[in-house]
Protein backbone atom coordinates (compact mmCIF):
# COMPACT_ATOMS: atom_id res chain seq x y z
CA UNK A 1 0.00 0.00 0.00
CA UNK A 2 3.05 2.14 1.13
CA UNK A 3 4.40 1.72 -2.14
CA UNK A 4 1.53 2.33 -4.06
CA UNK A 5 1.00 5.79 -2.37
CA UNK A 6 4.72 6.68 -3.23
CA UNK A 7 4.58 5.65 -7.02
CA UNK A 8 0.88 7.25 -7.42
CA UNK A 9 1.12 10.81 -5.09
CA UNK A 10 4.81 11.48 -4.78
CA UNK A 11 6.76 13.77 -7.76
CA UNK A 12 3.55 14.55 -8.92
CA UNK A 13 3.71 17.92 -10.95
CA UNK A 14 0.74 20.51 -10.06
CA UNK A 15 0.73 22.25 -13.25
CA UNK A 16 -2.61 24.18 -13.60
CA UNK A 17 -5.27 23.51 -15.83
CA UNK A 18 -4.61 19.98 -15.61
CA UNK A 19 -7.09 19.27 -13.53
CA UNK A 20 -4.37 17.85 -10.70
CA UNK A 21 -4.29 20.67 -8.12
CA UNK A 22 -7.92 20.56 -7.95
CA UNK A 23 -8.13 16.32 -7.38
CA UNK A 24 -4.98 17.18 -4.66
CA UNK A 25 -6.95 19.83 -2.98
CA UNK A 26 -10.32 17.46 -3.28
CA UNK A 27 -8.71 14.43 -1.62
CA UNK A 28 -6.79 16.41 0.84
CA UNK A 29 -9.62 18.68 2.06
CA UNK A 30 -12.19 14.90 2.20
CA UNK A 31 -9.83 12.88 4.43
CA UNK A 32 -9.20 16.27 6.71
CA UNK A 33 -13.00 16.21 6.88
CA UNK A 34 -13.63 12.93 7.23
CA UNK A 35 -11.06 12.73 9.84
CA UNK A 36 -12.89 15.83 11.38
CA UNK A 37 -16.81 14.35 11.20
CA UNK A 38 -15.18 11.08 13.40
CA UNK A 39 -13.70 14.12 16.25
CA UNK A 40 -17.26 15.39 15.91
CA UNK A 41 -18.84 11.79 16.61
CA UNK A 42 -15.85 10.29 18.91
CA UNK A 43 -14.20 13.39 21.17
CA UNK A 44 -13.90 11.99 24.36
CA UNK A 45 -11.37 9.52 22.21
CA UNK A 46 -9.98 11.68 19.33
CA UNK A 47 -9.81 15.32 20.40
CA UNK A 48 -7.24 17.10 23.07
CA UNK A 49 -8.48 17.46 26.60
CA UNK A 50 -6.44 21.22 26.53
CA UNK A 51 -8.35 22.34 23.43
CA UNK A 52 -11.78 21.33 24.04
CA UNK A 53 -12.99 24.16 26.26
CA UNK A 54 -11.78 26.74 23.10
CA UNK A 55 -13.98 25.01 20.63
CA UNK A 56 -17.17 26.13 19.80
CA UNK A 57 -19.46 23.57 18.06
CA UNK A 58 -21.09 25.87 15.84
CA UNK A 59 -18.04 27.35 14.07
CA UNK A 60 -16.57 23.92 13.78
CA UNK A 61 -19.96 22.69 12.35
CA UNK A 62 -19.79 25.72 9.73
CA UNK A 63 -15.99 25.22 9.02
CA UNK A 64 -16.74 21.08 8.63
CA UNK A 65 -18.95 21.52 5.85
CA UNK A 66 -17.39 24.39 3.81
CA UNK A 67 -14.41 21.87 3.85
CA UNK A 68 -16.90 19.35 2.71
CA UNK A 69 -18.30 21.73 -0.17
CA UNK A 70 -15.04 22.92 -1.42
CA UNK A 71 -13.77 19.60 -1.40
CA UNK A 72 -16.87 18.06 -3.42
CA UNK A 73 -16.31 21.22 -6.13
CA UNK A 74 -12.39 21.20 -6.38
CA UNK A 75 -13.59 16.82 -7.24
CA UNK A 76 -15.97 17.79 -9.78
CA UNK A 77 -13.78 20.47 -11.80
CA UNK A 78 -10.68 17.55 -11.64
CA UNK A 79 -13.16 15.15 -13.24
CA UNK A 80 -13.94 17.43 -15.71
CA UNK A 81 -9.93 18.35 -16.59
CA UNK A 82 -7.50 15.65 -15.26
CA UNK A 83 -6.89 12.73 -17.51
CA UNK A 84 -7.87 10.24 -14.75
CA UNK A 85 -10.77 10.95 -13.77
CA UNK A 86 -10.69 8.48 -10.74
CA UNK A 87 -8.63 11.14 -8.60
CA UNK A 88 -11.74 13.82 -8.67
CA UNK A 89 -14.07 10.48 -8.30
CA UNK A 90 -11.87 9.95 -4.94
CA UNK A 91 -12.36 13.54 -3.68
CA UNK A 92 -15.78 13.64 -4.46
CA UNK A 93 -16.54 10.31 -2.68
CA UNK A 94 -14.73 11.11 0.11
CA UNK A 95 -16.83 14.51 0.57
CA UNK A 96 -19.74 12.66 0.37
CA UNK A 97 -18.84 10.32 3.62
CA UNK A 98 -17.60 13.31 5.75
CA UNK A 99 -21.31 14.51 4.90
CA UNK A 100 -22.87 11.39 5.89
CA UNK A 101 -20.83 11.08 9.00
CA UNK A 102 -21.12 15.02 9.69
CA UNK A 103 -24.97 15.29 9.36
CA UNK A 104 -25.30 13.37 12.54
CA UNK A 105 -24.85 14.37 15.77
CA UNK A 106 -22.57 17.83 15.17
CA UNK A 107 -23.03 18.72 18.99
CA UNK A 108 -19.70 18.24 20.87
CA UNK A 109 -20.99 16.60 23.91
CA UNK A 110 -18.84 17.55 27.80
CA UNK A 111 -16.19 15.39 28.21
CA UNK A 112 -15.24 15.01 31.60
CA UNK A 113 -11.41 13.89 33.04
CA UNK A 114 -8.46 12.76 31.15
CA UNK A 115 -9.06 9.38 29.44
CA UNK A 116 -7.00 7.75 27.00
CA UNK A 117 -7.29 10.06 23.55
CA UNK A 118 -5.39 10.62 20.52
CA UNK A 119 -4.97 14.19 19.00
CA UNK A 120 -6.69 13.94 15.85
CA UNK A 121 -7.85 17.12 16.17
CA UNK A 122 -4.76 18.28 16.54
CA UNK A 123 -3.35 16.83 13.64
CA UNK A 124 -6.38 18.35 11.36
CA UNK A 125 -5.94 21.45 12.46
CA UNK A 126 -2.15 22.06 12.91
CA UNK A 127 -2.03 20.63 9.02
CA UNK A 128 -4.82 22.70 7.70
CA UNK A 129 -2.92 25.77 8.55
CA UNK A 130 0.61 25.22 8.26
CA UNK A 131 -0.71 23.79 4.57
CA UNK A 132 -2.55 27.29 4.24
CA UNK A 133 0.93 29.03 4.99
CA UNK A 134 3.40 27.20 4.07
CA UNK A 135 2.56 26.04 0.48
CA UNK A 136 1.71 29.02 -1.03
CA UNK A 137 5.07 30.34 1.07
CA UNK A 138 7.41 28.15 -0.41
CA UNK A 139 5.67 28.46 -4.17
CA UNK A 140 5.84 31.99 -3.79
CA UNK A 141 9.65 32.31 -2.38
CA UNK A 142 11.54 28.50 -3.40
CA UNK A 143 14.82 28.21 -2.92
CA UNK A 144 14.61 25.28 -5.06
CA UNK A 145 11.78 25.86 -7.72
CA UNK A 146 12.13 22.71 -9.40
CA UNK A 147 10.99 21.08 -6.22
CA UNK A 148 7.85 19.70 -6.39
CA UNK A 149 5.01 20.61 -3.35
CA UNK A 150 4.08 16.33 -3.70
CA UNK A 151 7.95 15.93 -3.56
CA UNK A 152 9.50 12.57 -3.06
CA UNK A 153 9.18 11.82 0.38
CA UNK A 154 6.13 13.45 1.60
CA UNK A 155 4.01 9.90 2.17
CA UNK A 156 6.14 9.19 4.63
CA UNK A 157 6.81 12.86 6.12
CA UNK A 158 3.10 12.99 6.35
CA UNK A 159 3.11 9.72 8.43
CA UNK A 160 5.06 11.15 11.01
CA UNK A 161 3.37 13.90 11.23
CA UNK A 162 0.21 12.22 12.16
CA UNK A 163 2.25 10.26 14.56
CA UNK A 164 3.52 13.27 16.64
CA UNK A 165 0.28 15.33 16.55
CA UNK A 166 -2.06 12.09 17.01
CA UNK A 167 0.52 10.87 19.54
CA UNK A 168 0.60 13.67 22.11
CA UNK A 169 -0.34 11.14 25.20
CA UNK A 170 1.91 8.53 24.23
CA UNK A 171 5.20 10.88 24.35
CA UNK A 172 3.59 12.59 27.14
CA UNK A 173 3.70 9.41 29.09
CA UNK A 174 7.40 8.90 28.20
CA UNK A 175 8.78 12.36 29.04
CA UNK A 176 6.00 14.50 31.46
CA UNK A 177 4.58 12.20 33.22
CA UNK A 178 8.30 10.21 34.61
CA UNK A 179 9.71 14.26 35.31
CA UNK A 180 6.84 14.70 37.26
CA UNK A 181 6.20 11.33 39.70
CA UNK A 182 10.09 11.42 40.30
CA UNK A 183 10.96 15.35 40.39
CA UNK A 184 7.49 16.46 42.11
CA UNK A 185 8.68 16.64 45.61
CA UNK A 186 12.40 17.59 44.97
CA UNK A 187 11.83 21.23 43.55
CA UNK A 188 11.70 24.60 45.36
CA UNK A 189 8.52 26.14 45.53
CA UNK A 190 10.26 29.57 46.59
CA UNK A 191 12.55 29.37 43.22
CA UNK A 192 9.41 28.55 41.29
CA UNK A 193 7.11 31.36 42.37
CA UNK A 194 10.24 33.74 41.95
CA UNK A 195 10.98 32.97 38.55
CA UNK A 196 7.29 32.62 37.81
CA UNK A 197 6.51 36.37 38.80
CA UNK A 198 8.95 37.59 36.26
CA UNK A 199 7.49 39.09 33.07
CA UNK A 200 6.56 37.05 30.05
CA UNK A 201 8.65 38.25 27.69
CA UNK A 202 12.03 37.59 30.27
CA UNK A 203 10.77 33.76 31.06
CA UNK A 204 10.16 33.28 27.08
CA UNK A 205 13.49 34.36 26.58
CA UNK A 206 14.97 32.71 29.24
CA UNK A 207 13.19 29.39 28.48
CA UNK A 208 14.96 29.76 24.39
CA UNK A 209 18.39 30.26 26.46
CA UNK A 210 18.00 27.34 28.92
CA UNK A 211 16.20 25.10 26.71
CA UNK A 212 18.26 25.54 23.90
CA UNK A 213 21.44 24.77 25.61
CA UNK A 214 20.42 21.23 26.46
CA UNK A 215 18.62 20.89 22.82
CA UNK A 216 22.65 21.35 21.57
CA UNK A 217 24.32 19.13 23.48
CA UNK A 218 21.54 16.75 22.85
CA UNK A 219 21.34 16.96 19.43
CA UNK A 220 25.70 16.73 19.01
CA UNK A 221 25.15 13.55 21.04
CA UNK A 222 23.05 12.06 18.24
CA UNK A 223 25.22 13.02 15.71
CA UNK A 224 28.72 12.17 17.44
CA UNK A 225 27.67 8.89 19.10
CA UNK A 226 27.60 6.31 16.69
CA UNK A 227 24.55 4.09 18.25
CA UNK A 228 22.47 7.71 18.97
CA UNK A 229 23.17 8.47 15.26
CA UNK A 230 21.15 5.75 13.87
CA UNK A 231 18.16 7.33 15.45
CA UNK A 232 19.24 10.98 14.12
CA UNK A 233 19.46 9.79 10.73
CA UNK A 234 16.14 9.08 10.00
CA UNK A 235 15.77 12.88 10.47
CA UNK A 236 18.62 13.41 7.62
CA UNK A 237 17.55 10.93 5.45
CA UNK A 238 15.16 13.55 3.36
CA UNK A 239 16.59 14.57 0.00
CA UNK A 240 14.51 17.72 -0.40
CA UNK A 241 13.67 20.03 2.35
CA UNK A 242 10.37 21.62 3.03
CA UNK A 243 8.02 22.12 6.00
CA UNK A 244 6.98 18.36 6.23
CA UNK A 245 10.51 17.38 6.34
CA UNK A 246 10.87 18.63 10.05
CA UNK A 247 8.13 15.93 11.31
CA UNK A 248 10.63 12.74 10.08
CA UNK A 249 11.77 12.31 13.56
CA UNK A 250 12.44 8.93 15.22
CA UNK A 251 10.34 8.05 18.36
CA UNK A 252 13.39 7.64 20.62
CA UNK A 253 14.41 10.98 19.29
CA UNK A 254 11.09 12.38 19.95
CA UNK A 255 11.18 11.17 23.23
CA UNK A 256 14.71 12.49 24.05
CA UNK A 257 14.43 15.58 22.89
CA UNK A 258 10.93 16.33 24.21
CA UNK A 259 12.71 14.91 27.85
CA UNK A 260 15.34 17.78 27.59
CA UNK A 261 12.64 19.88 27.11
CA UNK A 262 10.39 19.75 30.02
CA UNK A 263 13.22 19.24 32.39
CA UNK A 264 14.59 22.53 32.63
CA UNK A 265 10.80 23.99 32.61
CA UNK A 266 9.19 21.55 35.21
CA UNK A 267 12.45 22.31 37.87
CA UNK A 268 12.49 25.99 37.39
CA UNK A 269 9.03 26.56 37.33
CA UNK A 270 7.90 28.96 34.14
CA UNK A 271 4.72 29.94 34.37
CA UNK A 272 1.94 28.01 31.56
CA UNK A 273 1.52 31.28 29.97
CA UNK A 274 4.97 31.68 28.97
CA UNK A 275 5.38 27.78 28.39
CA UNK A 276 2.53 27.94 25.97
CA UNK A 277 3.82 31.30 24.05
CA UNK A 278 7.24 29.07 24.23
CA UNK A 279 5.37 26.09 22.74
CA UNK A 280 4.09 27.41 19.75
CA UNK A 281 6.91 29.39 18.78
CA UNK A 282 9.49 26.16 18.75
CA UNK A 283 6.72 24.49 16.81
CA UNK A 284 6.32 27.51 14.04
CA UNK A 285 10.30 28.25 13.85
CA UNK A 286 11.07 24.41 14.04
CA UNK A 287 8.88 24.19 10.65
CA UNK A 288 9.80 27.41 9.14
CA UNK A 289 13.84 26.40 9.34
CA UNK A 290 13.39 23.31 6.84
CA UNK A 291 10.75 24.63 4.86
CA UNK A 292 11.65 25.22 0.74
CA UNK A 293 12.70 29.48 0.99
CA UNK A 294 15.23 31.46 0.02
CA UNK A 295 14.89 34.04 2.52
CA UNK A 296 18.71 34.66 4.10
CA UNK A 297 17.90 37.23 6.54
CA UNK A 298 21.48 39.33 6.55
CA UNK A 299 22.10 40.43 10.35
CA UNK A 300 19.22 38.22 12.33
CA UNK A 301 20.78 35.01 10.99
CA UNK A 302 23.27 35.43 12.96
CA UNK A 303 21.12 35.89 16.31
CA UNK A 304 18.50 33.21 15.58
CA UNK A 305 18.31 30.39 13.42
CA UNK A 306 16.86 30.66 10.43
CA UNK A 307 16.06 28.37 6.75
CA UNK A 308 19.70 29.30 5.56
CA UNK A 309 21.26 28.37 8.69
CA UNK A 310 19.33 24.97 9.82
CA UNK A 311 19.84 24.01 5.97
CA UNK A 312 23.40 23.91 6.42
CA UNK A 313 22.79 21.61 9.38
CA UNK A 314 20.87 19.21 6.56
CA UNK A 315 23.97 19.65 4.07
CA UNK A 316 25.10 16.36 2.88
CA UNK A 317 28.39 18.49 1.90
CA UNK A 318 32.17 18.10 3.69
CA UNK A 319 32.36 21.16 5.04
CA UNK A 320 28.72 21.22 6.42
CA UNK A 321 29.07 17.56 8.11
CA UNK A 322 28.51 17.93 12.27
CA UNK A 323 27.61 21.44 11.61
CA UNK A 324 25.08 23.76 13.20
CA UNK A 325 23.31 22.40 16.32
CA UNK A 326 21.04 25.07 18.08
CA UNK A 327 17.69 24.45 17.51
CA UNK A 328 17.43 28.72 17.97
CA UNK A 329 20.50 30.22 19.07
CA UNK A 330 23.67 29.57 16.75
CA UNK A 331 25.76 31.75 19.58
CA UNK A 332 25.99 28.27 21.20
CA UNK A 333 27.39 26.76 17.60
CA UNK A 334 29.34 29.89 17.94
CA UNK A 335 30.88 29.68 21.29
CA UNK A 336 31.66 25.22 21.11
CA UNK A 337 33.25 25.67 17.27
CA UNK A 338 30.10 24.02 15.41
CA UNK A 339 29.13 26.98 13.51
CA UNK A 340 29.00 27.33 9.87
CA UNK A 341 27.58 30.31 7.40
CA UNK A 342 28.96 30.32 3.41
CA UNK A 343 27.99 33.12 1.62
CA UNK A 344 25.80 30.62 -0.44
CA UNK A 345 22.79 28.68 -0.03
CA UNK A 346 23.36 24.88 0.90
CA UNK A 347 22.47 22.94 -1.86
CA UNK A 348 22.47 19.05 -1.57
CA UNK A 349 20.75 17.21 1.43
CA UNK A 350 20.47 13.50 2.99
CA UNK A 351 22.61 11.38 4.71
CA UNK A 352 26.66 10.89 3.22
CA UNK A 353 26.74 7.31 1.51
CA UNK A 354 27.92 5.27 4.26
CA UNK A 355 24.87 5.81 6.14
CA UNK A 356 22.03 4.13 4.54
CA UNK A 357 18.50 4.62 5.93
CA UNK A 358 15.58 2.75 4.27
CA UNK A 359 12.24 4.11 3.11
CA UNK A 360 8.96 3.98 4.46
CA UNK A 361 8.04 4.66 8.39
CA UNK A 362 8.35 1.03 9.47
CA UNK A 363 11.83 0.29 8.00
CA UNK A 364 13.32 3.38 9.66
CA UNK A 365 12.05 2.80 12.65
CA UNK A 366 13.84 -0.64 12.57
CA UNK A 367 16.71 0.56 11.10
CA UNK A 368 18.10 1.15 14.46
CA UNK A 369 17.77 -1.88 15.94
CA UNK A 370 19.67 -3.68 12.89
CA UNK A 371 23.32 -4.23 12.30
CA UNK A 372 23.14 -4.37 8.25
CA UNK A 373 23.76 -0.84 7.85
CA UNK A 374 27.63 1.04 7.80
CA UNK A 375 27.30 4.21 10.27
CA UNK A 376 29.25 7.43 9.20
Not at 141 to 168: A, C, E, M, N
Not at 280 to 300: D, E, T, Y
Request: hydrophobic residues 50%.
Amino acid sequence: MTDFLRERYEEVDLTPGQGKITATVSIGLGVLALLGSFCFLYPELLTTPEFRAFYNAEVLRIALFIGIGIGFVCGFFSVLRHQEKRYGIIGMVLACMAALIGSGRLDVPPVEGRSLYAGLDYFILTLLVLALVFIPLERAFPKDPDQKTLRGGWVTDIKYFLFSHVGLQLISFFTIIPIQVVLHDKVDIGFQQAIASQPLWLQFIEILIVIDLGSYWIHRAFHEVPWLWKFHAVHHSTTQMDWLASSRLHVVEIIANRFVGYLPIFILGFSPSAVYAYLVFVSFHAIFIHANVRFRFPGIRWLIATPEFHHWHHSSEDEAVDKNYAAFLPIYDKLFGTLIMPNRLAAEYGTRASTKVPEGVVDQFLFPFRRDHRQE
